[in-house]
């Protein structure tokens, strides 16, 4: 056997093609055999050869090299620039005072978030693919089988109409038949009749032939040998047959078509919400259920971050390293959660405060901007407006599972309030009244918040009417939480922010108690978190489930675990 054709055969040194290999040049990637180290390491004098056990090949990090200084290898990355950068670019004043970390710790976390998007590709959007493609096949079957049954109905019905058709057809030969018969009697009878008259008429001539030749004059002077003959003279009637008259019906392809029997035209309909991921989804059906997670005991403050805001009102993971922030001017900060530092500022595209914001899945900025009517998304620095009103003005928004837009709309001239979904710029539903016709929320410039549970509930903390209300996917009124007195305080409910865990638990802030209330998904009251919160404004959570509240007065951001 070959060895180096062999595919059973152990790996070889790149270099003598003999010996297994025992060596690895994580710069190069090549396979080596001790006695062909050195040889390697003198082939291209112009890298550094990292040279370790086969048993740790690929162990080095490949640094990328610096685009300023030939020859020098990044090992830091600056966040501000967003570049990897080297220690000379370190030491020039270029990067001084920015936020520079070890690019292996960046590495690390980008790898983390590329890991997590792996896994829901893996875990959750190609089953929710496959599950698609396997209820399209089925589908595609049923189709074929319906068709069939159509097609096998309209050749019954067509040998229905046959078998009429032939009976009418029987019917019609039997009258007709019938009809013959008699009128042949008749002539037939008639016939006879004037056959029996030319037969008398010809004896009649034979007896006067044979009367006329005899020489007896006795009988030819007898005035009763004189032949009557006028008898024959009144002819009988003509008798004419009249034939039955067949008029067929009119076949027109119309007349025929009803006749028949109508084909109603066939549709493909898009249901847009015909799909949805199989983690999202509490019931039977879902693919996969998060674990159970049980309360804390008693809820603690992991870390509290200082956002240099006057009065803060919004926090928005962006990952679980870092969250947006926004107060009552118009600018959005990036806040990284570890070291408390300030990774990016942004300010608005119209110049006007911002109500609201939230982050999709792709970490874009969403936010409002009520006073120019306007939903707009923050991309590659640049912002974009994907939603324009004209009456009515955008307040609260978050992002829907399935990636949509649930936006509170407020119209002033009106005086109405709504909640409406969005595909990318497309309005897809309207929720504003309940069964009876009644207005589901407030109206008027109050606080209104708004998110989805992980069993597609959409969940509102209206502020003026002191409520949480929650209705279902189809805008469906399922209840309203109207709150519970906290025993520390006598105050009136007041909600402010809202958002959900992976428990389908609702959170939202009670800024008149001081807290966060914590209600299940059916409406139940669960707990308090309070922790010495200041106004609690702004809520998120991220993806391990630790609470992050925007505190209104002192503008700080606190951390909160309250599940296990």
């Known amino acids: 056997m070959d060895p180096r054709t062999s595919a059973q055969d152990v790996m070889r040194c790149a270099l003598c093609e003999t010996t297994v290999v025992q060596m690895h040049c994580d710069t190069c990637l090549v396979n080596l055999c001790k006695a062909c180290v050195g040889e390697h390491t003198i082939s291209d004098e112009s890298k550094k050869h990292e040279i370790v056990t086969s048993s740790l090949r690929k162990s080095t990090p490949l640094y990328p090299g610096c685009n300023f200084h030939v020859k020098e290898q990044c090992e830091m990355y600056c966040n501000q620039c967003d570049i990897p950068v080297c220690v000379t670019c370190i030491a020039s004043d270029k990067h001084l005072d920015h936020d520079v970390l070890k690019i292996l710790r960046v590495l690390d976390e980008r790898k983390e978030k590329i890991t997590r998007k792996q896994m829901e590709l893996k875990e959750t959007i190609c089953p929710t693919y496959m599950a698609i493609a396997s209820d399209v096949q089925n589908r595609i079957s049923q189709l074929e089988k319906n068709y069939g049954y159509l097609s096998t109905a309209m050749i019954e019905h067509g040998d229905t109409l046959h078998r009429e058709i032939s009976k009418l057809e029987t019917k019609l030969h039997a009258e007709v038949h019938e009809m013959k018969n008699k009128q042949l009697k008749t002539l037939q009878k008639h016939l006879d009749e004037v056959t029996s008259t030319i037969s008398d008429i010809k004896n009649e001539i034979s007896f006067i032939e044979t009367f006329v030749d005899s020489n007896d004059t006795t009988k030819l002077l007898d005035i009763n040998s004189i032949p009557n003959i006028g008898k024959y003279k009144n002819l009988p009637p003509k008798i004419l047959p009249s034939l039955p008259k067949f008029t067929p019906g009119k076949i027109l392809g119309e007349e025929t078509s009803k006749l028949f029997g109508v084909l109603a035209p066939s549709s493909l309909t898009l249901d847009k919400h015909g799909y949805s991921m199989k983690t999202t989804q509490k019931s039977p059906e879902a693919g996969s259920s998060p674990p159970v997670k049980q309360l804390l005991d008693e809820p603690e403050t992991l870390s509290t971050r200082d956002t240099g805001y006057e009065n803060l009102l919004n926090v928005a993971c962006r990952s679980d390293e870092e969250i947006w922030t926004s107060g009552t001017d118009n600018t959005m900060k990036l806040y990284s959660i570890n070291q408390g530092s300030l990774l990016k500022s942004i300010t608005t595209k119209s110049g006007n405060k911002l109500y609201d914001l939230a982050v999709t899945n792709n970490e874009d900025l969403v936010y ?63 929720i504003q009244f309940d069964d009876q016709g009644k207005p589901l929320y407030s109206t008027g410039f109050y606080y209104r918040h708004i998110t989805e549970n992980r069993n597609l509930d959409i969940c509102v903390s209206d502020n003026k009417a002191g409520a949480v209300v929650v209705v279902n996917q189809a805008g469906k009124l399922r209840f309203k939480y109207t709150g519970r007195t906290p025993g520390l305080k006598i105050e009136p409910f007041n909600p402010r922010g809202i958002t959900t865990d992976s428990q389908s638990h609702i959170l939202t802030a009670d800024d008149n108690n001081q807290c966060v209330h914590v209600i299940d998904q059916d409406g139940h009251f669960v707990r308090y978190i309070n922790l010495g919160l200041r106004e609690p404004m702004g809520l998120c959570i991220d993806s391990n489930d630790y609470l992050f509240v925007a505190q209104y007065r002192n503008g700080k951001v606190k951390k909160i675990k309250y599940l296990l």
């Open 368 to 430: 409002t901007d009520h006073m120019n009517n306007s939903v707009n998304i923050v991309k590659n620095e640049g912002i974009e407006e994907i939603i324009k009103t004209q009456k009515w003005g955008p307040y609260s928004v978050c992002i829907t599972c399935s990636f949509d837009l649930l936006v509170i709309m407020y119209n002033i001239r009106e005086k109405q309030s709504t909640v409406v979904r969005y595909s990318g710029s497309t309005k897809k539903q309207t």
